[in-house]
């Protein structure tokens, strides 16, 4: 056991105790992946704040339920995933107005895939992410905007790292091609 894994381990079992800063350091160790998944699945910095602020509660509350030893990431962003997504889900309306005003997205910098998305504002990306399912911004969120490894994605998302793969796959040519219809055609108005 790496001393990270054994410290989250402490962190927990202290945690379920009771102990409030055990829990504290816990979220403060993954606030920052954790707004960044539900940014990329909700689309707005604003729902994702508040989705991800909402699963660190269910997470506290369903730690008894936590596999002890097991790694505590993936857990947690599996948590953070899915109230991103049932926030997307009820604010649908919202959505509609945030795409109409583009000030309703966050400067958030993707930290991998650079090269696939030069030259892409990040409202672009967000926007192109927004239109992928949630399968698709879920594994993107997971690999990309949380820079979690195959291993932790695999088991953030109940499946094997060979899926991840393929999964991440199509859904980077599905995001390429959001992101074609997003952009100017090359070579534009002269």
């Known amino acids: 056991m790496s001393d990270e894994t054994h410290d989250e381990t402490s962190l927990v079992e202290r945690a379920r105790g009771g102990d409030a800063d055990a829990y504290g350091a816990l979220v403060k160790r993954y606030s920052r992946d954790a707004v960044r998944v539900a940014t990329a699945i909700t689309g707005s910095v604003g729902d994702a704040e508040d989705a991800a602020q909402t699963a660190f509660v269910k997470a ?14 993936p857990w947690l962003m599996r948590i953070v995933a899915n109230e991103a997504k049932n926030s997307r ?16 997205y ?11 998305i030069a030259g892409v504002t990040t409202t672009e990306l967000l926007r192109a992410v927004g239109r992928l399912d949630h399968r698709d911004r879920a594994v993107i969120a997971f690999r990309f905007f949380a820079e979690m490894s195959e291993a932790e994605t695999a088991l953030a998302l109940d499946c094997a790292a060979g899926t991840v793969k393929s999964r991440l796959s199509r859904a980077m040519a599905r995001l390429r091609a959001e992101l074609a219809t997003e952009l100017p055609a090359a070579g534009g108005e002269g």
């Open 60 to 73: 506290y509350l369903a730690l008894d339920r936590f596999r002890a030893g097991a790694p505590v990431r």
């Open 106 to 116: 966050c400067v958030i910098a993707p930290s991998a895939e650079e090269g696939a």
């Open 89 to 104: 889900r009820s604010s649908q309306r919202r959505e509609r107005l945030a795409e109409r005003s583009h000030e309703r």
